[in-house]
Each structure stands twice: as structure tokens, then as C-alpha cells.
């Protein structure tokens, strides 16, 4: 089994940093991608930026130059550095791994249970 472990939510003002961090451990083969989700209140899950193992990037365009997302492949664990934080960026943040349980096995989707993120003054 894999359990993906996230952490780093929490209120912050307009303007302001956090970073957010994804641990995933259990059965784990081989991670194809790691990446963030968001989902506001009354809104559907939207992407956030996604890491693949080869090292290219995809960020929504409005995080595009405020947030990073990075890896750190030793330990399983992805992180995202939020900056410039402003109101309509509060939301549920969820970690998604896409990884690989067995060699020649089937690619399997995993999510965190989500880390909510508040911004206000």
C-alpha cells in the first residue's frame, strides 16, 4: 500500500509564503509524477503544477511565476513553494502521486487527503 502524507496548509495574508510538502511511503516501485491539486469551496479540482520523473514542469497559468514545485526523489516527497499567496488561492491543496507498485506493473494514481490553505487580511 502507498500513503501519501501532506502537510504545510494554514492562514497566511495576501502577499505572504507557504510551502507546502507531500511524503509519499509504502510499496513503492518506480513515481512517474508527483503534483498539486486545488479545490475551492463550490469549484472543481483544478491543477496546480506537476513534476514528471523526468524533470519537466507544468504549472496552471495563475501560479505560473508565484509558486515552485520541486522534488526530492531520495525521500519520496514533493514540495510547493507558494509566494505571493492572494485571496482567491485559498483552497483545498492536494498531493497526487502517479507511481508504479512493481516493476512492468501498472501505473497507479494515489491522492492525499488535501491541506487547506487560507488567504486573507
Known amino acids: 500500500q502507498v500513503q501519501l502524507v501532506e502537510s504545510g496548509g494554514g492562514l497566511v495574508q495576501p502577499g505572504g509564503s507557504l510551502r507546502l510538502t507531500c511524503a509519499a511511503s509504502?510499496?513503492?516501485?518506480?513515481?512517474?509524477?508527483m503534483g498539486w491539486y486545488r479545490q475551492a469551496p463550490g469549484k472543481e479540482r483544478e491543477l496546480v503544477a506537476v513534476?514528471?520523473?523526468?524533470?519537466?514542469?507544468n504549472y496552471a497559468d495563475f501560479v505560473k511565476g508565484r509558486f515552485t514545485i520541486s522534488r526530492d526523489n531520495a525521500k519520496n516527497t514533493v514540495y510547493l513553494q507558494m509566494n505571493n499567496l492572494k485571496p482567491e488561492d485559498t483552497a483545498v491543496y492536494y498531493c497526487?502521486?502517479?507511481?508504479?507498485?512493481?516493476?512492468?506493473?501498472?501505473?497507479?494514481?494515489?491522492w492525499g487527503k488535501g491541506t487547506l490553505v487560507t488567504v486573507f487580511p
Open positions: 509504502g510499496s513503492i516501485f518506480s513515481i512517474n509524477a
Open positions: 513534476l514528471n520523473s523526468g524533470g519537466s514542469t
Open positions: 497526487n502521486v502517479v507511481l508504479r507498485t512493481m516493476d512492468w506493473g501498472p501505473t497507479e494514481d494515489y
